[in-house]
């Protein structure tokens, strides 16, 4: 594992990521089933595109998107009052072949935490549930294997309504499937790189 010093969203945080799987993008590749994404040929296309140009893909953000990350202190607030634990705000961390990487949102003990600051609906979804949200799992599953953890916790936040927390443990069996399709997922995209550079 590597650790890069960079704060979220400066731009030596976007640079460190040019070519590098992210957690977030996880779900994109690798379901939480266990099944390949139809949409990981897109994927391919953006790395491969930011390792040829060296500039990051212009990152798509709706008023949800900017809504959550504006009351992301927030919600860590609201999360290290209900579990009573101080919160430390991280980086971005890479396996250390640097194919995978992940921004956990807060770290603390031995483990961390993803948050959510979603739309109400799907926050009292997530209450109803009382589990890990599915579009989610790879995400947190990625997070785990990229820092080493065996345990990570899913914070959904809303305003003036209960908080949802849940701890959510290690899948070995699903990383494994997804490290063997991030392979070959990289395998793709080296031969289709190695064409445009060489203008086939």
């Known amino acids: 594992m590597i650790c890069h010093s960079v704060r979220q969203g400066d731009p030596e945080w976007f640079e460190v990521k040019l070519g590098v799987l992210s957690a977030s993008q996880m779900s994109s590749v690798f379901t939480a089933t266990g099944k390949l994404s139809s ?10 595109t930011e390792m040829v140009t060296g500039e990051p893909i212009p990152t798509y953000s709706n008023f949800d998107m900017k809504r959550g990350t504006e009351m992301e202190s927030d919600a860590a607030f609201a999360f290290s009052l209900n579990q ?3 919160l430390e705000e991280a980086g971005f961390f890479t396996t250390d072949d640097k194919k995978i990487g992940a921004s956990p ?5 031995d483990t961390g935490v993803e948050i959510k600051c979603p739309r109400y609906h799907n926050h009292l979804s997530y209450l109803e549930s009382e589990k890990c949200p599915t579009d989610y799992y790879p995400q947190v599953q990625t997070t785990m294997y990229v820092l080493g953890l065996e345990r990570y916790f899913f914070c959904s936040y809303y305003p003036r309504l209960p908080i949802f927390i849940c701890e959510v443990a290690r899948d070995d069996k699903w990383i494994s499937g997804m490290v063997e399709e991030v392979d070959k997922l990289f395998d793709e995209l080296e031969k289709l790189k190695e064409r445009i550079e060489n203008g086939d």
């Open 39 to 48: 949409t990981r040929k897109s994927i391919i296309h953006k790395l491969v």
């Open 84 to 86: 009573d634990k101080d």
């Open 105 to 109: 949102d807060r770290l603390f003990d």
